[in-house]
């Protein structure tokens, strides 16, 4: 069975130091690993996803194969960056194709 | 913003009643997920309607229902409510096969189940 395992609940660093949020999973083929983040107040929103290899506000994911990980990463945290993220993963086929297994979230707190 | 709204935004209900959810695809959108969120925890995929079929289910008993209408609305229906059954309730829609594929979510429906 797929997992998307996301080890802190809660990250606090402060405004201009790194800021690296893990995510680990297994799944039984090649996987589809996304990051979405949801604001206060606002709706679940796709940060970035692994086959674009693009940053987005900033943020970095590399997808490891042989660690099965895929940690989001941001060298310089500013305070609005405070927010729930979630790490999932896609079905890249099946039944199910399409359907998104998350992670139980990281709240990220970027104090002044 | 996207397209994809929710109605209503919150509802109470007691235990052993119906309910019914529903959402509004972006337009265009050919595929539209279900998810529950339960306070503290990430969503989990209810299921997923494909041009009006159901296209694939999670973990979730038969008393959770849902269709798919032409003009990509749908619904979700859960029967003989239980405590557990509170949660945050995320629709998501998206256009199977195109080249982003990206899954957009509405806001949720807040479900209290007393």
């Known amino acids: 069975a797929q997992r998307v395992t996301q080890p802190e609940k809660l990250l606090s660093v402060f405004k201009g130091a790194p800021v690296e949020l893990k995510c680990n999973y297994s799944?039984?083929?090649?996987?589809?690993l996304f990051w979405y983040v949801q604001y206060s107040r606002q709706r679940l929103q796709l940060l970035l996803r692994h086959i674009s290899r693009e940053s987005i506000k900033g943020f970095t994911a590399d997808l490891n194969k042989g660690e099965t990980s895929f940690h989001l990463k941001k060298p310089f945290a500013q305070e609005e960056d405070s927010a729930m993220y979630y790490c999932a993963l896609r079905n890249a086929g099946g039944t199910s194709y399409g359907k998104l297994t998350f992670g139980q979230g990281t709240i990220l707190t970027v104090h002044p | 913003e996207t397209g994809v709204t929710q109605s209503p935004t919150h509802l109470i209900k007691t235990r052993g009643q119906q309910v019914t959810l529903r959402c509004s695809s972006q337009?265009?959108?050919?595929?539209v997920s279900w998810y529950q969120q339960a306070l503290g925890q990430g969503p989990q995929f209810i299921f997923q309607?494909?041009?009006?079929?159901?296209?694939g289910r999670g973990n979730f008993p038969p008393r959770f229902s849902g269709l798919q209408f032409p003009n990509y609305s749908s619904e979700l229906n859960v029967n003989a409510l239980e405590l557990d059954d509170s949660a945050l309730y995320l629709c998501?829609?998206?256009?199977?096969?195109?080249?982003?594929?990206?899954?957009?979510f509405g806001p949720g429906t807040r479900l209290t189940v007393l």
């Open positions: 998501a829609s998206r256009l199977r096969d195109s080249r982003t594929d990206t899954q957009y």
């Open positions: 309607y494909y041009r009006e079929e159901e296209n």
């Open positions: 799944y039984s083929g090649s996987p589809e």
């Open positions: 337009s265009g959108h050919n595929t």
